[in-house]
């Protein structure tokens, strides 16, 4: 199977800066898009950011121009890039990948989830 594992979350000020990685572990061939999402407490999961496996991106209109989003196929990790961080950007982050094709079987996962990551920003 796959494991996404995020890593780099943490307590930060206004205005500050954070990188996020989630790298994905298993038999691995190729991974599709990859996303990272939000969930703050009380609310919805929000989609932050996605990268195809070409590097095309596409950001929450919260997020342009703060965050980026970049990966490493080679190293199956996905990252994201936080600056000019605001409180309402405080949230668990959770990566993604929409499909996984995988050296062994079962060939393909779809959707895959990591665990989170908890972000916090004081004012």
């Known amino acids: 199977q796959v494991q996404l594992v995020e890593s780099g979350g943490g307590l930060v000020q206004a205005g500050g800066s954070l990188r996020l990685s989630c790298a994905a572990s298993g038999s691995i061939l190729s991974i599709s898009t990859m996303a990272w999402y939000r969930q703050a407490p009380g609310k919805e999961r929000e989609l932050v950011a996605t990268i195809t496996s070409g590097g095309s991106t596409n950001y929450a209109d919260s997020v342009k121009g703060r965050f980026t989003i970049s990966r490493d196929n080679a190293k199956n990790t996905v990252y994201l890039q936080m600056n000019s961080l605001k409180p309402e950007d405080t949230a668990v982050y959770y990566c993604?990948?929409?499909?996984?094709?995988?050296?062994?079987?079962?060939?393909?996962?779809?959707?895959?989830w990591g665990q989170g990551t908890l972000v916090t920003v004081s004012s």
């Open positions: 993604n990948a929409d499909w996984v094709v995988l050296l062994t079987l079962p060939r393909d996962v779809l959707d895959a």
